[in-house]
């Protein structure tokens, strides 16, 4: 058990405030932040005891690589090569941003944050707060998203302090997170970047900077995978969660809310504003209206998170395809249900 430290943002102008989180991070210790995708779990890049911990907190497989954040552009050479002309213009387009780059490292990069490959992910982030705890701790942070392994990640102060009081020694409480969902990640080793996690930089987007960009083959398709397991569970709330598509969603969802009624099952529906009046059930989720996909997408994994402190047994949601955030929405929330989909 740890004594753990809240800080509000005003509090990272005080010395001593900035002395604790200094200490905390280079003597191997962990410290949650805000940024402007989701809250992270940090530690220094280069103290093997802190980037343990963080696995172990976290209870996330050894064998799943961490990003490593900066908070200025310059210092990412001493520990990757750059290896493709494309990634100046992507630099200068994106970062700092929502936007996580994969490159070959170099040895000086310790292999516990990189699960053993010889590429490691790099961000700059965007938010203030996070830059400022990276640039006080005057290393490089580790940082994946501060949520248990396989569950939504945090984008409220209320989800990690729920599931990391006691457990680290410093949480930033920073609000509601901005974009609320992960960065892009794109593997930019090769002649042609790949996109390896959807995310708010779109495919679109990149397009617009590189002429030429794909999608992981992995994420293509919205099929059960053919050998799931661990490696597909992921933003999973605790309540068995459906996705329902087509023209008869109402219908649909209001006659499995009464069958599940009958066996005495409490039942949630994620819905957006248009519709959300039209469930009778124990829990109603109102998650934006449909056209304001940003909104939205800030508000997925608390709608998730909220099904499980309702504790809902079973969940029905909408699909949220339309706009420019439509397919990294659904992406999350496809592995949210582990793929379950009804077309009605
Ligand atoms: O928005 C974000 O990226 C947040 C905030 C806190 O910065 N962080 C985050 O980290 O989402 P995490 O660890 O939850 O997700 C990192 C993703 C994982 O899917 C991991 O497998 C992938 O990046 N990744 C990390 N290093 C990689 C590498 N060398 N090659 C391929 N994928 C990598
Ligand atoms: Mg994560």
New binding site residues.
């Given amino acids: 058990m740890v004594d753990t430290r809240i800080y509000k943002v005003t509090d990272l102008d005080k010395n001593d405030v900035q002395a604790d989180i200094k200490n905390i991070v280079r003597s191997g210790k962990n410290i949650i932040f805000p940024?402007e995708?989701?809250?992270?779990i940090g530690a220094s890049a280069l103290s093997e005891k802190g980037v343990q911990n963080i696995y172990k907190v976290k209870g996330r497989p050894s064998d799943?690589?961490?990003?490593m954040?900066f908070s200025d552009i310059g210092s990412i050479h001493d520990y990757i090569h750059i290896d493709q002309s494309y990634v100046k213009k992507l630099i200068e387009a994106f970062w700092p941003g929502?936007l996580?780059m994969?490159f070959r490292r170099k040895p000086v990069v310790p292999n516990t944050i990189?699960g053993g490959?010889d590429?490691?992910?790099i961000?700059v982030?965007s938010h203030p707060i996070a830059q400022k705890v990276i640039a006080i701790a005057g290393v490089p942070v580790c940082?994946?998203?501060a949520n248990i392994s396989g569950t939504p990640?945090s984008t409220l102060f209320e989800h990690v302090y729920a599931d990391f009081n006691k457990k680290v020694d410093i949480i930033i409480d920073g609000g509601k997170s901005d974009v609320g969902l992960?960065?892009t990640?794109l593997?930019v080793t090769g002649d042609v970047p790949v996109i390896?996690?959807p995310g708010i930089i779109t495919k679109a987007m990149i397009k617009s900077i590189t002429p030429h960009v794909d999608m992981s083959e992995a994420l293509q398709g919205t099929e059960v995978p053919k050998s799931p397991g661990m490696k597909y569970k992921h933003y999973a709330p605790s309540g068995k969660l459906t996705i329902v598509e087509g023209e008869k969603v109402t219908d649909y969802i209001n006659d499995q809310i009464k069958k599940q009624h009958q066996s005495n099952k409490k039942v949630g529906v994620i819905a957006t504003a248009n519709l959300a009046k039209r469930f009778d059930t124990d829990y109603v989720f109102n998650i934006g209206e449909s056209f304001d996909e940003a909104i939205i997408a800030s508000n997925l994994y608390i709608a998730l998170r909220t099904m499980d402190q309702m504790q809902i047994d079973v969940i029905y949601s909408v699909s949220f395809h339309q706009g420019r955030y439509g397919e990294v929405i659904m992406n999350r929330l496809y592995k949210a249900a582990n793929h379950r989909v009804v077309k009605v």
């Fill in positions: 940024t995708t989701v809250y992270g799943n690589p961490l990003i954040h929502p996580t994969v990189t490959l590429t490691v992910a961000r982030p940082a994946p998203s990640s992960e960065s990640v593997d390896l996690r």
